[in-house]
């Protein structure tokens, strides 16, 4: 059992209050239901509100600019440098700030492999994100805690505010990362999803070390063993298109690709519950209860959390171990995958429902990550925006696009590893005026994709993007299928299906370093 004195050694804190070192799920809740942090919901889950943050906040996320990095971070608008001095002085003022308060702390893992997993260890000031901490990342067994030393701390300050004046933030928000000290210091915020996605940023520095493959996907693994990715950006559909009553699920969100096979970053999933119903996502919803915490679920007087209403936004969460899903795989940890799923939400309601990728598209897709943000996800975006998130997961990329994309063209190679291109975004016209896939049609479309059925299946490939697209899908009308057939005017798809591929163009020039089989496996030029 670790000490005040040990913890206060280890990072430099002075921490003079209660400490609540790894407090079981159940104690978590009762605290933060006596500190008023949230609300009992009828289904047993805690809800908290979060206030002016709801989503993700990128544009208040640093990285220390530290010679030890400098030169393996992609520094830009995803990577802003911050000056280890003003780091520095945030720390203290952190330091300051949680002196004389309860904390919350929780020491776990981010991988469920032994070999490759990183001991970490949250400071919260408020026990709802302890509970969260507790719930998404990979528990310890009691054992495993005995020799348990942080390797990385995330420190999590909600009520602190930054002042942009004096600390040299942007706003009163701070999500700040420094690889010397091995802190992550997180204020002005209470989203908890920060806490989970800067972890998973540092794994996305961390792993490619190790020669291991960071990826923004959810996996799940079938009855023969079979291991299935799905890539994708948030809302793409990773924690809803993997959560298969068929399949069992590894994990949701992160997970990393070695020479052992793939395993989960994380232990728990972090679903968006907007218009969650028990009939299309019973998994989830069955995945809401004691131990789970929903994060801006607006609730009824009878405490029955309202899915439909998104008052307070449209990105509602809902947090739960991976063991609340039937079945789930513990530890998360897969054998080499087979297919690999792209999830794209095409707000231009032109790419195909589904396609079948060669390994060059593959690289062409992965590097381009074409799809939209979706509304709430990140502060400021209201409605799907198309952009071109590289590796389906840019915002929590800190090396260059290149060195990922490597090591998957790789593995693709190597385990050879079936491709696909999944819209679950728009058809019948672009985002205002088609509707978003019928998410049966894109279950069906992955079942395909998954028990072999399209391997012997006809393809016609689309004549602006080349992508095989199959004749036949079982349990999906063959006029879902081409996306021309499902807009009313013809021509409308041309004209936005040849705008998108300038689009792609444009967006890929700055890949200068890639082959030219794999810049022609982009859309083709206007004839
Ligand atoms: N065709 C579809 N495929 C996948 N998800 C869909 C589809 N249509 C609507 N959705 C909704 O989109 C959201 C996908 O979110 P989620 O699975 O949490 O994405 P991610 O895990 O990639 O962030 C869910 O709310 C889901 O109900
Ligand atoms: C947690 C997030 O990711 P996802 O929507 O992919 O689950 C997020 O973007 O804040
Ligand atoms: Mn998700």
Same mark, same amino acid.
């Given at each position: 059992?670790?000490?005040?004195?040990?913890?206060?050694?280890?990072?430099?804190?002075?921490?003079?209050?209660?400490?609540?070192?790894?407090?079981?799920?159940?104690?978590?809740?009762?605290?933060?239901?006596?500190?008023?942090?949230?609300?009992?919901?009828?289904?047993?889950?805690?809800?908290?509100?979060?206030?002016?943050?709801?989503?993700?906040?990128?544009?208040?996320?640093?990285?220390?600019?530290?010679?030890?990095?400098?030169?393996?971070?992609?520094?830009?608008?995803?990577?802003?440098?911050?000056?280890?001095?003003?780091?520095?002085?945030?720390?203290?003022?952190?330091?300051?700030?949680?002196?004389?308060?309860?904390?919350?702390?929780?020491?776990?893992?981010?991988?469920?492999?032994?070999?490759?997993?990183?001991?970490?260890?949250?400071?919260?000031?408020?026990?709802?994100?302890?509970?969260?901490?507790?719930?998404?990342?990979?528990?310890?067994?009691?054992?495993?805690?005995?020799?348990?030393?942080?390797?990385?701390?995330?420190?999590?300050?909600?009520?602190?505010?930054?002042?942009?004046?004096?600390?040299?933030?942007?706003?009163?928000?701070?999500?700040?990362?420094?690889?010397?000290?091995?802190?992550?210091?997180?204020?002005?915020?209470?989203?908890?999803? #920060?806490?989970?996605?800067?972890?998973?940023?540092?794994?996305?520095?961390?792993?490619?070390?190790?020669?291991?493959?960071?990826?923004?996907? *959810?996996?799940?693994?079938?009855?023969?063993?079979?291991?299935?990715?799905?890539?994708?950006?948030?809302?793409?559909?990773?924690?809803?298109? *993997?959560?298969?009553?068929?399949?069992?699920?590894?994990?949701?969100?992160?997970?990393?690709?070695?020479?052992?096979?793939?395993?989960?970053?994380?232990?728990?999933?972090?679903?968006?519950?907007?218009?969650?119903?028990?009939?299309?996502?019973?998994?989830?919803?069955?995945?809401?209860?004691?131990?789970?915490?929903?994060?801006?679920?607006?609730?009824?007087?009878?405490?029955?959390?309202?899915?439909?209403?998104?008052?307070?936004?449209?990105?509602?969460?809902?947090?739960?171990?991976?063991?609340?899903?039937?079945?789930?795989?513990?530890?998360?940890?897969?054998?080499?995958?087979?297919?690999?799923?792209?999830?794209?939400?095409?707000?231009?309601?032109?790419?195909?429902?589904?396609?079948?990728?060669?390994? @060059?598209?593959?690289?062409?897709?992965?590097?381009?990550?074409?799809? *939209?943000?979706?509304?709430?996800?990140?502060?400021?975006?209201?409605?799907?925006?198309?952009?071109?998130?590289?590796?389906?997961?840019?915002?929590?990329?800190?090396?260059?696009?290149?060195?990922?994309?490597?090591?998957?063209?790789?593995?693709?190679?190597?385990?050879?590893?079936?491709?696909?291109?999944?819209?679950?975004?728009?058809?019948?016209?672009?985002?205002?005026?088609?509707?978003?896939?019928?998410? *049966?049609?894109?279950?069906?479309?992955?079942?395909?994709?998954?028990?072999?059925?399209?391997?012997?299946?006809?393809?016609?490939?689309?004549?602006?993007?080349?992508?095989?697209?199959?004749?036949?899908?079982?349990?999906?009308?063959?006029?879902?299928?081409?996306?021309?057939?499902?807009?009313?005017?013809?021509?409308?798809?041309?004209?936005?299906?040849? #705008?998108?591929? @300038?689009?792609?163009?444009?967006?890929?020039?700055?890949?200068?370093?890639?082959?030219?089989?794999?810049?022609?496996?982009?859309?083709?030029?206007?004839?």
């Amino acid at each position: 059992m670790l000490t005040q004195t040990n913890i206060n050694q280890e990072l430099g804190l002075s921490l003079q209050g209660t400490i609540h070192h790894n407090l079981t799920t159940a104690q978590l809740v009762e605290k933060a239901l006596e500190r008023g942090e949230g609300d009992l919901t009828s289904t047993g889950a805690f809800r908290a509100t979060t206030g002016k943050y709801t989503g993700r906040s990128p544009k208040d996320k640093f990285i220390v600019d530290e010679p030890s990095i400098r030169d393996h971070i992609d520094w830009g608008n995803v990577n802003q440098p911050m000056d280890s001095k003003v780091f520095d002085s945030l720390f203290m003022k952190v330091k300051a700030y949680l002196q004389e308060k309860e904390v919350f702390i929780f020491d776990g893992f981010a991988g469920t492999d032994p070999d490759y997993r990183l001991p970490i260890r949250v400071i919260n000031e408020e026990a709802w994100h302890n509970l969260f901490a507790r719930q998404l990342f990979v528990r310890p067994s009691q054992e495993e805690l005995k020799s348990h030393r942080p390797s990385f701390t995330v420190i999590s300050v909600p009520g602190l505010q930054a002042d942009p004046e004096t600390d040299g933030t942007r706003s009163e928000t701070f999500i700040a990362v420094s690889f010397t000290h091995r802190v992550i210091l997180i204020g002005g915020t209470r989203y908890a999803g #920060e806490m989970k996605k800067s972890i998973f940023s540092v794994m996305n520095y961390l792993l490619p070390e190790q020669s291991v493959m960071p990826m923004h996907c *959810s996996a799940n693994k079938g009855k023969d063993g079979d291991t299935a990715l799905f890539f994708g950006l948030s809302g793409t559909g990773k924690t809803t298109l *993997s959560a298969d009553p068929d399949r069992s699920l590894i994990g949701d969100d992160e997970h990393g690709w070695s020479d052992n096979g793939i395993f989960n970053i994380e232990g728990g999933c972090y679903a968006k519950c907007i218009g969650l119903s028990q009939e299309k996502e019973p998994q989830i919803w069955n995945a809401i209860r004691f131990g789970s915490v929903l994060e801006n679920v607006v609730l009824d007087s009878f405490r029955n959390p309202d899915y439909d209403d998104n008052t307070l936004t449209e990105n509602t969460r809902a947090a739960y171990p991976v063991e609340h899903i039937p079945g789930a795989e513990i530890p998360g940890i897969g054998s080499h995958p087979g297919v690999i799923i792209f999830l794209t939400a095409d707000a231009f309601g032109v790419l195909p429902p589904i396609s079948k990728l060669t390994p @060059e598209q593959a690289m062409y897709h992965f590097l381009s990550g074409y799809t *939209s943000k979706l509304a709430g996800t990140e502060r400021g975006v209201t409605q799907p925006e198309a952009t071109f998130s590289t590796c389906f997961g840019a915002p929590f990329l800190p090396r260059p696009a290149g060195i990922y994309a490597e090591m998957l063209g790789n593995k693709i190679a190597k385990h050879q590893a079936k491709v696909y291109l999944v819209n679950t975004g728009w058809s019948g016209g672009p985002y205002g005026v088609g509707k978003r896939m019928k998410l *049966s049609y894109t279950r069906s479309m992955v079942r395909a994709a998954l028990d072999g059925s399209l391997d012997h299946a006809s393809f016609t490939p689309d004549p602006i993007f080349g992508l095989a697209i199959p004749d036949h899908c079982p349990e999906v009308p063959k006029e879902v299928l081409q996306p021309r057939n499902t807009w009313e005017d013809p021509d409308a798809y041309d004209l936005k299906a040849s #705008e998108l591929a @300038e689009r792609f163009r444009q967006n890929f020039w700055k890949f200068q370093d890639v082959s030219e089989s794999i810049r022609q496996a982009g859309p083709k030029e206007k004839l």
